[in-house]
């Protein structure tokens, strides 16, 4: 069966060869609300759908207006199958309780690297997941390694580091074009009192973040603040 869960996933899981993040459009707070029951509903009564699979989060949008969803397939296989045989009976109950979502697209990610899992939390509870979408000019998966290796090396000589950064998970689409970073925050304040001290974005006014920032076809970076509102398990 499937079972609620607060506890937040682990990104760094090597049994997650497949992990899958995609947003809903839902509008206002009341149906951010209706929608994240309406998807545990949905789950709830029924069998937990694979064993491929090993979580599915949900998570609340600061903007009050979008659902992050992120589930951890240890195959892309295993993800067809479900989406051919399961899915949709959940899609409609769902969309019939909460009408008008709005599915903006699944991207499709392989972990790469991190910083600070779950025995590197010192009993902090993420009360924010920042993710930070990458965006460059066309295909080339050696530059996003690159460029993520370039972060890491940043962030690791990072002289002023805010204390209220947990972990930071770097993801690379599979089509060679983006990264996408799960980052957790002790509070939306930490996230934003970093913003504003003296640097462009995350790190101070580094030659290392500078390198960062100005990276060779980079095309844009989209920065987008949640709050984790369910977890659904293997029961």
Known sequence: MTRRTASHPDLSDPRVAAPFFSTW????????????EAVAAAWERRPWPADDLLAHHLYAGHDTSTLLHYSQWTSEQAYEAFARTRRQERADEIDTAVPGIE??????????????????????????V???????EGADP????EWVDAVLEALAHEPAPHPGGISGHFHLSTDGTRVLNYAEWESAQSHIEALA????????ATASWERVQTWPGLKSTTVSRYTHALGLVPD
Request: proline share 7%; hydrophobic share 25%; aromatic share 8%.
């Open 130 to 136: 920042v993710l930070v979408d990458v965006e460059f």
């Open 25 to 36: 459009r839902v509008g206002t707070p009341l149906r951010q609300r209706q929608t994240v």
């Open 103 to 128: 599915r903006l697209g699944l991207g499709r990610y392989r972990y790469y690297r991190g910083t600070g899992g779950p025995a590197d939390r010192g009993g902090r509870v993420p009360g924010c």
């Open 142 to 145: 050696d530059r996003q390694r």
């Open 197 to 204: 001290a003296p640097g462009d974005g995350i790190g101070s």
